[in-house]
């Protein structure tokens, strides 16, 4: 079956380094990937989204990458800020053109001042 | 621009008894999504309207959840009755739509559902 792995550990890094987030999946092929971002007691927010023929996707200090042969995709956040604390969700497509995600346990990021 | 709508914010009831939730998407936005988000998780899909027609449903459990999408804007989702198990955050979403292009999916901000 499908399987998506991110980070089950909390990340915590220092402000101004570069967060790293994983994103992993198995028995999948999907089109596009997304990564959202969620704060406590609020709905995912839409970040970026590569699709696969696609390998980086940038947006600010948000960098993606895609490597359909690791079947990964890499999530950086550079010179991190405390405002940047929260989970980030990976979202992978399927069911062809209908715009179904199956989303990722999400990674919760802490960056200290 | 409005984002999308939900309500209730909090909810609590006991086993057994009924529930409803409410969501009014972003104008326009022809798909509707609604995700059940367990604690330490990410929100899973139960159903997903195109206008006022089901594309998925299959992982809503039709025993006990029915949802539905009359005139095809806004939505409301029951539960009935509802099980310890139950509780979550229930999530809605909208998107433009199915041939758009564009893959980007809204959120509301959750009815969190505390069954006791």
């Known amino acids: 079956s499908q399987k998506i792995e991110q980070n089950s550990e909390a990340l915590n890094i220092q402000e101004g380094k570069t967060a790293t987030l994983t994103c992993n999946y198995t028995?999948?092929?999907?089109?596009?990937l997304q990564w959202y971002r969620q704060d406590p007691g609020r709905g995912p927010v839409f970040l970026l989204l590569i699709r696969e023929n696609e390998k980086e996707k940038r947006k600010e200090r948000l960098k993606v990458t895609f490597d359909t042969t690791l079947k990964q995709s890499l999530f950086h956040i550079t010179a991190s800020q405390p405002a940047d604390s929260a989970t980030y969700l990976c979202a992978l497509s399927y069911g062809g053109a209908t715009n179904k995600l199956i989303f990722g346990t999400g990674t919760l990021l802490a960056v200290q001042p | 621009e409005a984002g999308v709508a939900q309500s209730p914010r909090y909810k609590i009831i006991e086993k057994r008894q009924s529930v409803a939730f409410w969501c009014n998407p972003i104008s326009g936005h022809a798909t509707l999504y609604w995700y059940q988000q367990i604690l330490g998780q990410g929100p899973k899909l139960l159903i997903q309207?195109?206008?006022?027609?089901?594309?998925?449903d299959s992982q809503l459990p039709k025993d006990r959840f029915s949802a539905e999408r009359l005139k095809g804007v806004d939505s409301t989702l029951k539960i009935q009755p509802a099980k310890l198990e139950d509780s979550a955050v229930y999530l809605c979403?909208?998107?433009?739509?199915?041939?758009?292009?564009?893959?980007?999916?809204?959120f509301g901000p959750g009815t969190r559902l505390t069954v006791l």
């Open positions: 028995n999948y092929s999907p089109a596009y």
């Open positions: 309207f195109q206008n006022n027609g089901v594309v998925d």
């Open positions: 979403a909208s998107s433009l739509g199915s041939g758009t292009g564009d893959y980007t999916q809204y």
